[in-house]
């Protein structure tokens, strides 16, 4: 089992509609998340990071974390075509191993 | 101005050669490290250096062999290059080892390999 899993997709969605993008991970004591977005043929590039369970919003992003499920998901809301992208997930564990998942390729149709 | 920066952006050659990526970033971080992604876009740490010294070195052949001159610059050298070693290899940053776990890393623009 891997450290960090996500559903590889691809995850389509029409524009303007939310994006929900899916993550778990395996070592209970995990402390921090990430998210990070790459485009095709670039590197990556963080856009949320969360702690603590429960939402936090930055602007079109809520990232969500559920410690109990050990669950940690993006949403997207008004997806744009500039959004389509691969999402990696990250986690940090209690011993600041900090893994990748393998990231979820989302497609926004115009 | 590019806050990790890594040359060449393409790197092609053939099996048995070696290489080098070079590193550099310009945010005044401590802690450099070099990762690799493959064809499934798993990224997989391969070395982290903390102020020129080298704190992590995960399962990684001894044909790769990092260097680290000061803080702000890190290289990677690959000796007797093998197809397997194609992938995309990413320099990265953080203010600090532990740091990284409260702001993740910057990553550099990457370096493609192909090994032929």
């Known amino acids: 089992q891997k450290e960090v899993e996500q559903n590889s997709g691809p995850l389509s969605v029409p524009e ?19 998210w990070y977005r790459q485009y095709s043929g670039k590197s990556p590039e963080l856009i949320m990071s969360i702690y603590s369970n429960g939402d936090k919003e930055d602007g079109r992003f809520t990232a969500q974390l559920n410690k109990a499920s050990q669950y940690v998901s993006l949403l997207i809301r008004d997806s744009q ?7 990696l997930c990250a986690a ?14 989302l497609t926004v149709i115009p | ?17 070696d290489k080098s ?32 010294e080298l704190i992590i070195n ?11 001159p000061d803080k702000a610059h890190l290289n990677l050298h690959i000796n007797s ?25 910057t990553f550099g623009s990457g370096t493609r390999l192909t090994v032929v």
Request: aromatic share 16%.
């Open chain 1, 16 to 34: 303007g509609a939310i994006a929900s993008l899916n993550c778990t991970y395996s070592d209970r004591g995990s402390q921090s998340f990430f």
């Open chain 2, 58 to 68: 995960e399962t990684v052949p001894n044909r790769f062999s990092p260097k680290s």
């Open chain 1, 81 to 87: 075509p500039s959004d389509s992208a691969t999402y």
């Open chain 1, 92 to 105: 940090v564990t209690a011993g600041n191993q900090f893994y990748f998942g393998t990231g979820t390729s």
């Open chain 2, 21 to 52: 990526i070079k590193c550099e970033q310009n945010l005044g971080h401590d802690t450099m490290y070099w990762y690799k992604q493959d064809s499934k876009k798993f990224l997989k740490i391969m070395f982290s250096y903390n102020n020129k």
């Open chain 2, 1 to 17: 101005d590019t806050a990790v920066s890594q040359t060449p952006k393409y790197l092609v050659t053939q099996m048995g050669n």
């Open chain 2, 81 to 105: 290059l093998e197809l397997g070693d194609s992938a995309v290899y990413f320099c990265a940053s953080s203010q600090d080892y532990w740091d990284r776990g409260f702001h993740g890393y």
